[in-house]
């Protein structure tokens, strides 16, 4: 796997990312999955929290998103931690 720096564009604050992801399968297929990351960092304020924890589940619902991820700090986000959420789908 190569590091990609990509994800470089993830150092905002409260985040919604729709990410189409190439990802290799062991087999050799190559997939697409559309992974919905989002970031919410600690140390929101709490009412900062419900808000956009509520409109993060009204979009997942209606984009009927089924790959949905939340990371706190987006240091964090690497390649090799979106390789690893994968894996648990594949």
Known sequence: VKYSSNF???NLRKTF???SYK????????SYPLCFIFSSPVGCKPEQ????A???NKLVQT????KVFEIR???DLTE???????GFFH
């Open 8 to 10: 470089s564009f993830f």
């Open 80 to 86: 090799e931690w979106l390789r690893e959420k994968l």
């Open 54 to 56: 509520g409109s993060k």
């Open 17 to 19: 990312i729709v990410y």
């Open 73 to 75: 700090n987006t240091e």
């Open 23 to 30: 990802y290799q399968h062991d087999d050799g297929r190559v």
């Open 63 to 66: 984009a009927e998103l089924t």
């Open 49 to 52: 929290q419900m808000m956009y």
